[in-house]
């Protein structure tokens, strides 16, 4: 089954989000993303009660609509994140931001 390259406005919305975008920008350089906790980004400092917070958001949240949008491919069981299959789709605009971190305001990335 083919699908059609996201639409602007997918993107934009999946990339609306901070957490979302670590994920996304983390697999260009670790594909899978596994271990203790690849749900948080390892970039994202937290306290105890923080964590506990973005776990169940990036549980409930925004892994799922990551998903749905086919951008990656999570196995819940394993708590392993891959790239998806429409990752390639949103390449160029992960790699813009990854290569520009240093210019852009911190809550970019």
Excluded: C
Excluded at 14 to 23: F, H, P, S, T
Excluded at 34 to 42: A, H, L
Excluded at 50 to 62: A, S
């Amino acid at each position: 089954m083919t699908h059609s390259p996201p639409s602007m406005d997918t993107v934009l919305n999946v990339l609306e989000n901070q957490y979302r975008r670590r994920v996304l920008v983390s697999l260009l350089e670790h594909n899978p993303l596994d271990g203790d906790d690849p749900q948080v980004p390892s970039a994202v400092e937290l306290t105890e009660t923080d964590l506990e917070t973005v776990r169940i958001h990036m549980t409930h949240t925004h892994l799922p609509k990551l998903e749905e949008s086919r951008f990656i491919e999570w196995d819940r069981n394993a708590n392993s994140i891959r790239k998806g299959p429409q990752f390639d789709e949103i390449r160029p605009l992960l790699e813009l931001l990854q290569n520009h971190t240093d210019e852009l305001p911190d809550s970019w990335l």
